[in-house]
């Protein structure tokens, strides 16, 4: 089997870490660990989307370097490094390789684990050093713009397949140049790419109404017409009288 770093990445963040996360955010702990399961790969992909920049593999190298003291290569270091207290650094890391991209994706990580936009946000941002990190303990001829291009270029198919069950990463991200790409808008999943189960029921129940009116406005008509043929059969009896 070829090396996952994906999975390597998500590996980082075991139970006590979760359960830390947990606590640290006030969320459940099963929706934090949804959340980390989507946003570690969603991170790969938004490499990968700065990978195919101009510019962008060093642009990615040099973040690294510069931070480089900051990313753990290692479960262990997570804890070392306080990445989960150190919101403040993690957000510059984050800005330092994404810009605001990270921002773009906290929504749909949000619906999709049931978490708060704002602790998706902060979930995001914890999980860049963490995939910096692992990429750096698995670069063996340094931090440059040429190996991590190959890095990335060897390692992207493991990206979109790690993401869960169900979450379409076009839905998640968009991709440059990819055909029918889009922006973060979309739903997740299958069940929230469909319509919401209300609308079939109402739309049920305005076509009842519009057929009662109708309905209701012919009998009126009906009523009318008779009404109408009563008095001229009346009329012309008083008249014959």
Known sequence: MSFNIVQDAKTFFNHELVNRCSKFFDENESHILKAIDVSVPAIFI????????????????????????????????????????????????????????????????????????????????????????????????????????????????????????????????SIPGMAGGTTTAGAFNDSAAKKPKWIIPVIIVLIILILFLIFKQKKQNTNSEENQTTLVTEISGIKIG
């Open 46 to 173: 938004l490499l990968e989307e700065k990978h195919d920049m101009p510019d962008g593999p060093a642009q990615i190298a040099s973040a690294m370097r510069k931070f480089s003291p900051d990313l753990p290569e290692n479960p262990m270091a997570v804890s070392e490094h306080h990445l989960l207290e150190n919101a403040k650094k993690n957000k510059e890391i984050s800005r330092a390789v994404f810009n605001e991209r990270i921002d773009s994706i906290s929504a749909n990580v949000a619906s999709y684990s049931g978490i708060s936009v704002e602790n998706a946000n902060a979930v995001l941002e914890l999980c860049v050093p963490v995939v910096l990190g692992v990429i750096k303990a698995n670069l063996s001829a340094g931090i440059s713009a040429q190996v991590i291009s190959s890095f990335i270029s060897h390692q992207k198919d493991h990206f979109r397949s790690s993401l869960p069950k169900g979450v379409a990463f076009e839905s998640l991200i």
